[in-house]
T-cell receptor, first 104, second 114 residues
């Protein structure tokens, strides 16, 4: 069993829809990261979470340390949000990624 | 700041050749990471340095791989001899302080070993 599990693996949405990507982990952590990998391959760190909730624009990330679970939400999704979203914990164990496609 | 700089961006080589990938972290960052990404295995941590000292190299696949950080502004990842299964995108990332800080990724080096 992977230490970091993401779901779903693939997600297709219509523009404007609310998106949720989930991450569960089995190891103790001090921080969890959400990364975005663009179609061109570049990787950007979206959030680092150690507790609670963070918001940046249309993106919201939450973490429940007791449940060992985090979610990434995208409100009012847009085609430019199409990317692979990767959850990572510790130094750094990665989920397999969620490929999001937002159709206009 | 120019961000994390990696070179070359693309490398094509033949099996058995030595390959050296280079990374310049963001100035002032004291942690540096090397990652490998493949379709089969996704992103994997190879090694990370803190204050130029290797802290965890458990992800380095085998003795053919070596990494150095001779100073705070430069690191290399060397593969000798290279094999086709080493074909992947290799990312370097740097971070300013502790594990709770943001990592900044370089653009990656796409390595193809024929």
């Amino acid at each position: 069993k992977n230490e970091v599990e993401q779901s779903p693996q693939n997600l297709t949405a219509q523009e404007g829809e609310f998106i949720t990507i989930n991450c569960s982990y089995s190891v103790g952590i001090s921080a969890l990261h959400w990364l975005q990998q663009h179609p061109g391959g570049g990787i950007v760190s979206l959030f680092m979470l150690s507790s609670g909730k963070k918001k940046h624009g249309r993106l919201i990330a939450t973490i429940n340390i007791q449940e060992k679970h985090s979610s990434l939400h995208i409100t009012a999704s847009h085609p430019r949000d199409s990317a692979v979203y990767i959850c990572a914990v510790g130094h750094m164990r990665f989920g397999a990624g969620t490929r999001l496609t937002v159709k206009p | 700041d120019a961000g994390v700089i990696q070179s070359p961006r693309h490398e094509v080589t033949e099996m058995g050749q030595e390959v050296t990938l280079r990374c310049k972290p963001i100035s002032g960052h004291n942690s540096l990471f090397w990652y490998r990404q493949t379709m089969m295995r996704g992103l994997e941590l190879l090694i990370y340095f803190n204050n130029n000292v290797p802290i965890d190299d458990s992800g380095m696949p085998e003795d053919r791989f070596s990494a150095k950080m001779p100073n705070a502004s430069f690191s290399t990842l060397k593969i000798q001899p290279s094999e086709p299964r080493d074909s992947a995108v290799y990312f370097c990332a740097s971070r300013s302080r502790g594990v709770t800080d943001t990592q900044y990724f370089g653009p990656g080096t796409r390595l193809t070993v024929l």
